[in-house]
């Protein structure tokens, strides 16, 4: 096993920002309470409404639409807990979606996907529009993520938006894999609920925002202390919330740095590709996130492949790291039409800002050895 690491899972978590680390440890040593009147607690608090600027400008909201989590995953369950008479969610969502949608008492209505991964608005207006039809406008929700965090694919959600408004029902879509790795603008996605998580674009784990429009109203998931306009009650994660400030300043220049990524990304899968002509790049079709490849190699299973990689010194996943160590085949590529075997055969590559060619070449020589290796072993079982 190589000593030597290359870090190719951004979509599980980026490494932390350095700008990132020290507004932690600067926030670290401010004592007051951001609830206080006195001048430790202003202190806290202009921390905290900084970091809310910051966040809001990534995703052109206004501050006031900002409420900060302790995740994406509070994020979606606070924007799923609210009693919807029906809720429309199509079945490539990540978990932190799928299973608050599982556990409602109102309808669930689903919608499929092709098999690049991607809704059919023509299917969503005719669901969207029957269920606002049963249940009234204002009481059912659309939940469709903006990426998806297994294949990167990217969902119509300003067209989306556009039905729901016009048949009166509202939209929460799941931006965590997206801000900070493309542009991401509240105001034009026509959104009225957004999921963000502050470690996926290198700001500390433990820490996210929901973004509520203006005007909309959601019951508060957390109860007590009346913080974040009485949305989410206890006292803020001033250390957490000014990392991901930090960390949201300098995503700024990760999206503008997004053709370089793409590039490292289209010359990986050129790579993969001709190395092993039989593997399926997922969602290819479709536009993607620029940083992510889900590549299914029949007759490998998955979780073999992750730790020959991991052997090999790279770090890569297999579906979604919340999921990791679980034996099962992938929803998302289950939704796409993916047959078992193809499924079961998928491993994510995620690069990310700081990827360099020679870890994309490393990647492709690992690959080159799996590959090598699978093919001495089918000849020595001809042989046998």
Same mark, same amino acid.
């Given at each position: 096993?190589t000593?030597?690491?290359t870090?190719?899972d ?8 350095p700008? %990132?680390?020290a507004?932690? $440890?600067? +926030?670290?040593?401010?004592c007051?309470?951001?609830?206080? !009147?006195? #001048?430790? =607690? /202003? ?8 970091a809310?600027e910051?966040v809001a400008a ?5 501050p006031?639409?900002?409420?900060f989590t302790?995740?994406?995953t ?8 609210a009693?919807?008479?029906a ?8 978990? %932190?979606?799928?299973?608050? $949608?599982? +556990?409602?008492s ?6 499929? !996907?092709? #098999?690049? =991964? /991607?809704?059919?608005l ?8 029957a269920?606002v ?7 059912v929700l659309?939940a469709?993520q ?8 990217l969902q119509?959600?300003?067209e989306i938006?556009a039905i729901?408004?016009?048949t009166?029902?509202?939209l929460?879509?799941?931006a965590?894999?997206? +801000? ?7 105001a034009t996605l026509? #959104?009225?609920?957004m ?5 996926k674009l290198g700001?500390?784990?433990?820490v996210?925002a929901?973004?509520?429009r203006?005007g909309r109203d959601?019951p508060a998931?957390v109860r007590?202390?009346?913080?974040e306009?009485?949305?989410r ?9 000014a990392?991901?400030g930090a960390?949201v ?7 503008d740095?997004?053709a ?6 289209d ?6 590709l ?11 079709g ?5 940083n992510?490849?889900c590549?299914a190699?029949?007759?490998h299973?998955?979780e ?5 990689f991991?052997l ?7 579906g979604?790291a919340c ?8 929803h998302v590529?289950?939704?796409?039409g ?16 700081t ?7 490393r990647c492709?020589a ?9 093919r001495?072993?089918?000849?020595a079982?001809?042989a046998?």
């Amino acid at each position: 096993m190589t000593s030597e690491r290359t870090y190719l899972d951004w979509n599980a978590t980026a490494p932390l920002l350095p700008e %990132a680390q020290a507004a932690i $440890v600067r +926030a670290l040593d401010v004592c007051g309470n951001p609830s206080s !009147v006195h #001048a430790e =607690g /202003r202190h806290a608090r202009a921390i905290v409404e900084t970091a809310r600027e910051q966040v809001a400008a990534l995703v052109g909201a206004q501050p006031s639409e900002v409420v900060f989590t302790s995740g994406a995953t509070e994020a979606c369950n606070t924007v799923l807990a609210a009693p919807w008479a029906a809720i429309v969610v199509a079945g490539i969502e990540h978990d %932190a979606v799928r299973q608050p $949608v599982e +556990a409602m008492s109102g309808a669930r209505i689903a919608l499929g !996907v092709d #098999a690049q =991964g /991607r809704v059919d608005l023509s299917e969503v207006a005719a669901k969207v529009g029957a269920a606002v039809g049963a249940h009234g406008a204002g009481r059912v929700l659309v939940a469709l993520q903006l990426a998806n965090n297994e294949t990167g694919v990217l969902q119509p959600v300003t067209e989306i938006a556009a039905i729901a408004r016009e048949t009166g029902a509202l939209l929460f879509t799941d931006a965590a894999q997206a +801000a900070g790795r493309i542009p991401v603008d509240f105001a034009t996605l026509g #959104a009225d609920f957004m999921a963000l998580s502050a470690h996926k674009l290198g700001g500390p784990k433990g820490v996210g925002a929901l973004i509520v429009r203006e005007g909309r109203d959601l019951p508060a998931f957390v109860r007590g202390g009346g913080q974040e306009r009485r949305r989410r009650g206890g006292t803020e994660n001033v250390p957490g919330i000014a990392g991901f400030g930090a960390a949201v300043e300098a995503a700024h220049q990760t999206v503008d740095g997004r053709a370089r990524i793409a590039a490292l990304r289209d010359r990986l899968e050129a790579g993969l590709l001709d190395l092993t002509p039989d593997a399926h790049i997922m969602g290819v079709g479709a536009e993607r996130l620029p940083n992510t490849t889900c590549i299914a190699l029949p007759g490998h299973a998955a979780e073999t492949l992750v730790i020959r990689f991991d052997l090999a010194g790279i770090a890569v996943s297999a579906g979604a790291a919340c999921s990791a160590g679980k034996i099962g085949v992938s929803h998302v590529l289950t939704a796409m039409g993916c047959d078992e075997t193809t499924a079961r055969s998928a491993v994510r590559i995620s690069v990310g800002p700081t990827t360099t060619d020679r870890e994309i070449d490393r990647c492709l020589a690992a690959w080159r050895e799996i590959a090598a290796h699978s093919r001495a072993l089918a000849r020595a079982r001809t042989a046998a």
